[in-house]
């Protein structure tokens, strides 16, 4: 068992990811940064990474860190967060206007279920944005139905895009949402963060707990801006069969 802190505060870093990297094989801490993670499948010399959004990946060499994690105490694991640059602050003089990108679904049309998926397990529709300019996030939305569970966690994540794929997570601290959803859209005000895309971007829905068999259902439909899914331990995204009701509103200036 390990335990992943802050290393000035030591206050507990919930659901970071570790993974060995050019493998299909990672995990997810829980919310109190602990995580147990069987080595001995891998050699000595390939290299574990511990990251959480918002702090410097650490890496190190199983061979170094095999010993530790065979102690009785639980082995504690530092991040250092990153240095924080101040973003651009954007005025929107003259006129500005709003565009919804992604999937609008606000009617049923069919239903992709997801279900019996571990931590880490993503699912998510791309974002098509071809303005000048960069556009503000102010809101995110998802159409989800048939949830059965009083537990359903997930964090959001928003990536951008390279040879038509998701790529690397934009945010700078990590949205979670839990415990909260109910049956059809429900929406995340992003009005108050500077959140700002460029071009396409990707957004996701990252489970931070099992889903068990029950699941959910996500809202769909076809020939719509694609949607994507990852399981824990894949690197690499598919595209799923439906186009999911996943999308976002963007202010942008004229």
Known sequence: MAVISEVDTQNPIPYARIRVLHTNTDTIANAEGSFSFDLSAFSENDTLRISALGYENLDFLIVHYRDYFIKEEPVKIELTPKS???????VYS??????????????????????????????????????????????????????QSDTFS?????YDMKNGLPHKNILKSPIYCRNTLKDGIFSIDLTDESIFIKEDSFLALELIEDLDHEGFFINSGFLRSPSYRRTTGETEWKKTSVDLGFWAEIVYKK
């Not at 992604?102 to 791309?126: C, H, L, W, Y």
């Not at 997930?154 to 928003?158: D, E, G, K, Q, S």
């Open 84 to 90: 924080q640059v101040v973003d651009e602050v954007v």
């Open 94 to 147: 003259g006129k500005s206007k709003k565009m919804v990108t992604g999937n609008n679904i606000k009617t049923p049309m069919i239903s992709a279920r997801f279900q019996d998926q571990k931590t880490g397990s993503e699912i998510g529709t791309v974002l098509k944005y071809n303005k000048k300019k960069k556009g503000h996030v102010v809101s995110l939305h998802f159409n989800i139905v048939g949830i």
């Open 154 to 158: 997930f964090r959001v994540n928003l």
